[in-house]
């Protein structure tokens, strides 16, 4: 797989899965909370880092609209990456060239972590719960 090729997958996933594209960056909104997924090449190998952002509306009498400064700037209230396991998913220049497979792994990376995990960041009581997680 190439970067190029992850990218292109993760960017197809996520908008399946209902995040907007934007500014380089996928966001979910809701009232309460902002979540912003990027994706950023490791200085250490030939993985994209998953940065999750989570800004939390009206926290510090801040609104977060949707911007780049939100991808490229800041780091959010809340701030995590993807769980080691799924490195896999995120590395490029490997020997695997199977799009299927890789499509595959990366539904599944939405499907066990991103979209549970996301879906309760965009409320306050599920931040809570995350905090427990």
């Not at 880092?49 to 609104?63: E, S």
């Not at 209230?77 to 020997?95: C, G, H, M």
Request: aromatic letters at 12%; glycine letters at 6%.
């Amino acid at each position: 797989m190439t970067d190029k090729q992850v990218k292109d997958t993760f960017n197809d996933v996520a908008k399946l899965k209902g995040f907007d594209s934007a500014f380089g960056g996928w966001f979910k909104e809701s009232s309460e909370c902002t979540v912003v997924l990027d994706l950023q090449k490791s200085n250490h190998g030939d993985i994209y880092l998953l940065n999750i952002k989570i800004f939390v509306q009206g926290m510090f009498a801040k609104n977060y609209p949707k911007s780049k400064d939100l991808v490229k700037k800041q780091v959010g209230n809340i701030f995590r990456r993807q769980p080691a396991e799924y490195d896999d998913v995120l590395k490029f220049n490997t020997s695997s060239t199977d799009d299927t497979i890789h499509r595959e792994r990366m539904n599944s990376f939405f499907e066990e972590f991103v979209t549970p995990f996301t879906n309760k960041a965009l409320s306050k009581a599920g931040i809570r719960a995350l905090a427990k997680w």
